[in-house]
């Protein structure tokens, strides 16, 4: 049983950029959420995920093969490239002392998850958040949440529970190119700028993802060294990017050790281009 929780908005920046939402232009404060520009940590949280949790459906054949007649060497791999960050406690606590400022996390990936343990996560996420949570509708604006005393945007891949609870929106579109190299990464996310972005949040991912075969080759390395070296290549296109309505802007863009250089201002510089328009 697994699941993975992303977090986009505030919760892991620091320093200066602790509460960049309410110290954007006030000319911002009226602009929808999807057409602002937003810094996001891909798979901020992966819960539920030991030695004995199954390989995920989603990777590959030879990796689910592997994982049933070499479980004792493939899952300690898996485990290794899945890091715990944050738990959903913390964020609420964050909130707590940041009230102006506003979190999306996206839920997904539930492999294993039965109706009852669905419906268990969401009480938990009730419990946790309670009020925060924005009730699915329109995208709001910085201003209308304020104004409601609402912090958290919650996606939920799962269609069938988000039916039953309001509080939850439907699974935001992830921008994953599933790339080692980050050039061929960037050719992906041009390729699906030129295709035209989702209507609401979406999210564009410069995260870049370790296959079996580039595990099995560099046993001993993890997805922080080989991505801390790629960072300079893929900030360039994180420059140049632009948010807004058009069909080729972008919205919440997410990465891995999003600390580690400027990401987050260079993401959050971003929105100063609307003022511009």
């Not at 699915?136 to 919650?154: A, K, S």
């Not at 075969?213 to 801390?228: C, D, G, N, Q």
Request: net charge negative; aromatic share 8%; hydrophobic share 40%.
């Amino acid at each position: 049983m697994g699941g993975q929780v992303s977090a986009s908005g505030n919760f892991q920046s620091c320093g200066i950029n602790a509460d960049w939402m309410s110290a954007l232009c006030p000319l911002l404060w009226d602009v929808p959420l999807h057409h602002l520009s937003i810094p996001g940590s891909h798979d901020t949280m992966t819960y539920c995920l030991d030695k004995k949790s199954p390989i995920a459906q989603s990777q590959s054949r030879l990796l689910q093969l592997l994982g049933k007649v070499l479980p004792c060497i493939t899952r300690p791999f898996v485990l290794k490239w899945s890091t715990t960050q944050d738990t959903l406690k913390e964020i609420s606590e964050w909130l707590e002392s940041h009230p102006q400022e506003v979190v999306i996390l996206a839920c997904r990936d539930f492999d294993g998850l039965t109706d009852n343990l669905h419906e268990y996560l969401v009480a938990c996420i009730n419990n946790i958040f309670g009020d925060m949570l924005c009730p699915r509708g329109e995208v709001p604006t910085l201003n209308q949440l304020w104004t409601r005393g609402q912090q958290v945007i919650l996606s939920y891949e799962e269609a069938s529970v988000v039916s039953r609870h309001r509080e939850l929106w439907p699974g935001i579109p992830y921008w994953w190119g599933d790339q080692v190299k980050p050039q061929e990464l960037i050719h992906y996310l041009e390729h699906m700028k030129r295709c035209g972005r989702p209507g609401g949040l979406f999210v564009a991912g410069i995260n870049l993802t370790e296959n079996l075969t580039y595990i099995l080759v560099h046993p001993s390395e993890s997805l922080e060294k080989m991505t801390l070296p790629n960072l300079p290549y893929l900030r360039v296109w994180v420059r140049e990017q632009c948010p807004g309505p058009g069909v080729r802007c972008t919205n919440i863009i997410a990465g891995d050790f999003i600390g580690a250089d400027t990401f987050v201002s260079d993401v959050i510089r971003l929105n100063d281009k609307l003022l511009r328009c």
